[in-house]
């Protein structure tokens, strides 16, 4: 009698075939964020010869949410996390001679925006937690926008950013009428809070197909790491047994159903879909038309499986009318995780915020050690820290990114709102001790 079907866990290209392909079409690839976790997690032997990270400036200005391509034609590309990093990364390409590679306007700015998404999920197939849409005038009393079965709400601005402070939960109908006095003149989405766990998958469109990587459990809100309800404050890999029965294929079938929506309206390259996890079923919250901070942690699974990462997929998807044929991995991912730490307070940068790099934690704080590995081969007791913010940013405000730390370890339970575990939390405490004085 044949044993039980083994899940896949996640898929893409294998390694050889897909670096072949990008040293034939790509001589240079530049990585703009903020600091190499990223490009550090696709981190291949000969990545160095062709992939370097930049850091690109803070946006002073309101960011924007439309992308511009870049000017550049040849073989040097530039590739920026997301739409909000745009018209920054377009002059950045324009001025050093690279090509940017971004999705198509349009569609990245429908998917992005946490309304008009709403048709594409409905298009796909994939539900929603109920909602009711407040106009941005003309609006009734509150009492018309919150059904009587509901016991919290989330509202939602339409342009809400991976930064999640376009999102505040409200508890009840005089709290949302304070919150839409806030916000007034905003078109918003309510919604019924839903008390479930919150997963994102990780999925890139190419032109011929959809491939849908990793699951991973995703952190929001937790008060030892961000001072804001609805910001994502890191995560960790989630496999078919860590879930309910039937949630984690039914997650990747949601991304799979998300991703062919947006492939079949010319979008190319990778793309995260958030999900709540409720009653053995899930819930599209919203999609993240870029790369989210869960990507380096999907590169290290794909690494360890033999895939080219899929900050490599996301080119090959750009370049090419259809990618290389791909293969499913099923068995256990690594227990991989990472938390995002967030001012606790108003600062000015100090020196003793960690540089990138392997460290022990210690009673007297971060203690450097030799090499920088990929986050699965460090020893218990270890982490990788990327500085989110850089020297000449400026002040420091309450609520900005501070330091992504990475484990090879699992730092939570895969419980809704978890508390961290006793070395998340120090880290947490010993990057906040680290800036500089208060304003």
């Known amino acids: 009698m044949a044993g039980p079907m083994r899940q896949t866990v996640l898929e893409g290209v294998p390694a050889d075939t897909g670096l072949a392909l990008l040293r034939e079409l790509v001589d240079e690839a530049v990585w703009l964020d903020r600091s190499p976790y990223l490009s550090h997690a696709f981190g291949t032997e000969d990545t160095g010869r062709w992939l370097r990270p930049a850091v690109l400036p803070r ?14 034609t040849g073989r040097r590309v530039a590739l920026a996390p997301g739409p909000e990093h745009g018209p920054r990364a377009a002059e950045w390409a324009r001025s050093h001679g690279h090509r940017l590679l971004s999705p198509a306007a349009g569609i990245t700015a429908t998917a992005g925006d946490k309304i008009d998404a709403l048709a594409l999920l409905a298009e796909a197939g994939v539900p929603v937690p109920e909602h009711v ?25 339409r342009e809400n950013t991976l930064r999640g402070r376009g999102t505040v939960r409200v508890t009840s109908r005089p709290e949302l009428t304070r919150a839409l006095c806030v916000w007034e003149g905003h078109r918003l989405k309510l919604s019924r809070l ?17 491939v849908v990587s990793a699951v991973s459990h995703q952190l929001v809100g937790l008060p030892e790491l961000t001072p804001h ?77 033999g895939l080219l990462p899929v900050l490599g997929l996301h080119i090959l998807a750009q370049l090419l009318p259809a990618l290389p044929a791909s293969r499913a991995v099923h068995g256990d991912l690594p227990p991989l995780s990472q ?41 218990p007791g270890e982490a990788l820290c990327w500085p989110r913010v850089v020297r000449g940013d400026g002040p420091v405000r309450t609520g900005d990114e501070l330091m992504l730390v990475q484990f090879n370890a699992r730092t939570v339970p895969l419980v809704p709102r978890p508390r961290l575990s006793t070395a998340a939390s120090g880290w947490a405490t010993a990057i906040n001790r680290a800036l500089g004085a208060g304003r």
Do not use: M
């Open 59 to 72: 946006q002073t200005a309101r960011e924007t949410a439309d992308p511009v391509a870049g000017a550049g």
């Open 133 to 157: 849409l407040v106009p941005a005038t003309g609006r009734r009393g509150t009492a018309a926008y919150w059904p009587a079965p509901w016991k919290q709400a989330v509202l939602q601005r």
């Open 194 to 210: 839903v008390p479930g766990l919150p997963l994102t998958v990780t999925g890139c469109a190419g032109g011929d197909r959809t």
């Open 229 to 305: 309800w609805g910001t994502p404050c890191g995560g960790q890999l989630a496999g078919p047994a860590d879930l309910p029965p039937g949630v984690h294929a039914a997650a990747r079938d949601a991304a799979h159903r998300v991703g062919e929506v947006l492939r079949g309206r010319g979008y190319r390259g990778v793309f995260g879909l958030d999900l709540v996890a409720e009653d053995g079923r899930v819930l599209a919250v919203e999609i993240n038309p870029g790369f989210q901070t869960a990507v380096s942690l999907t590169h290290a699974a794909e690494r360890a499986a």
């Open 339 to 379: 938390i995002l730490v967030h001012a606790r307070r108003a600062a000015s940068l100090g020196p003793d915020l960690p540089s990138p790099g392997r460290y022990r934690l210690t009673p007297h704080g971060p203690r450097p050690l030799a090499g920088s590995p990929p986050v699965t081969e460090l020893a």
